[in-house]
């Protein structure tokens, strides 16, 4: 299954005709432009619906960010394609996905908690997720700011470290994007914009096993 994958549009969409062709589009927060739920929500129901509907892919997968406040305060909008994933599940073709939108505590964002409450929240991860999509990273990988401070959450890299899926994408930091191979997958920050919001990188592809359902 080829899994595209992307975080930190902040209302930038690429070009559809540049984009990668897929199966699943997996999206891991910071989606809409800046504002509030006022402008984010026709955003979502108009320009970011036709977008989706242009995409090379079958299906997408998207969980919010700190800067989705739309998503913290109202009902997930229907949209042809899409699926929300809240601390919830999903499974497409024998593939089990898992989103969840939680970084910890900045400044006054939306989905924020503290680690505590973050680890609380990442058991709640099936131990057999195949593709994992967060919006905050796990400390040491993809959370390196500018400033030379790694601010990922440490619950969230154990509970990664322990569920081993195949795939666990997220985004937040955007000057740390990049990849990994650890815990028998890849760990990979797969942020669109760079520190001044520019979009400066294309969306990750990346192949992950379809499970025998007979046999599981």
């Known amino acids: 299954m080829l899994i595209v994958a992307a975080s930190d549009l902040h209302g930038t969409l690429p070009p559809p005709a540049d984009f990668p062709k897929g199966d699943v589009l997996v999206l891991a927060g910071d989606l809409c432009p800046p504002g509030g739920p ?10 970011f ?18 800067h989705d406040f739309v998503g913290q305060e ?34 006054d964002w939306a989905f924020m908690r503290p680690e505590e409450e973050l680890a609380k929240t990442w058991s709640a991860m099936p131990d057999d997720t195949d593709v994992a999509i967060v919006h905050g990273p796990p400390h040491g990988y993809g959370d390196l700011t500018s400033y030379g401070q790694h601010v990922g959450s440490v619950s969230l890299r154990r509970r990664l470290e322990e569920v081993r899926p195949q795939l666990a994408v997220f985004g937040h930091i955007h000057e740390a994007a990049g990849q990994w191979d650890l815990a028998g997958g890849v760990w990979a920050n797969v942020s669109l914009l760079d520190l001044q919001c520019n979009l400066v990188r294309t969306a990750q592809v990346f192949t992950i096993d379809k499970r025998d ?3 599981a």
């Not at 006022?38 to 108009?46: H, N, S």
Request: hydrophobic residues 45%.
């Open 74 to 107: 109202h009902p997930a909008p229907p949209i042809p394609r899409v699926r929300w994933l809240v601390d919830t599940a999903a499974e497409i073709d024998g593939c089990r996905f898992w989103g969840s939108p939680w970084s910890l505590p900045f400044f």
């Open 38 to 47: 006022k402008t984010q929500l026709p955003w979502l129901k108009t320009v």
């Open 213 to 215: 359902t007979e046999s």
């Open 49 to 66: 619906a036709r977008w989706v509907g242009r995409l090379p892919v079958d299906q997408v997968l998207a969980t919010w960010g700190n």
